[in-house]
């Protein structure tokens, strides 16, 4: 059974930045997609940004396309999601995620393991 555990979020002014970081274990990641997502109070869990473990291919939500960077450490077992010119807007619970094959994916319902999320707040 996969688990990962997000840390790194906390409370920033817009236009500030923040580092989350997922840390994955009791699987073998690379064959997987690493995803992470994000829900706001009363709206539906959204896509951020997927990377392919194994050869580091990336996609991303228009929303943050240019603002966000997802990485990985293969020697770690962990993701990153750095999170640059941070926004009121991407206020969130955000969530990492992992999907069982390689290929990208942007539906949460593509996606077989969740962590237990971490909030992130910016302040306007």
């Known amino acids: 059974q996969a688990q990962l555990v997000e840390s790194g979020g906390g409370l920033v002014q817009a236009g500030g930045s923040l580092r989350l970081s997922c840390g994955a274990s009791g699987h073998t990641f690379s064959s997987y997609c690493m995803g992470w997502f994000r829900q706001a109070p009363g709206k539906e869990r959204e896509f951020v940004a997927a990377?392919?473990?194994?050869?580091?291919?990336?996609t991303y939500a228009d929303s943050v396309m240019a603002r966000f960077t997802i990485s990985r450490d293969n020697a770690k077992n962990t993701v990153y999601l750095q999170m640059n010119s941070l926004k009121p807007e991407d206020t969130a619970v955000y969530y990492c995620?992992?999907?069982?094959?390689?290929?990208?994916?942007?539906?949460?319902?593509?996606?077989?393991?969740w962590g237990q999320g971490t909030q992130v707040t910016v302040s306007s």
């Open positions: 995620a992992a999907r069982i094959t390689d290929d990208l994916a942007v539906f949460p319902s593509e996606y077989h393991y």
């Open positions: 990377i392919n473990w194994n050869d580091g291919r990336t």
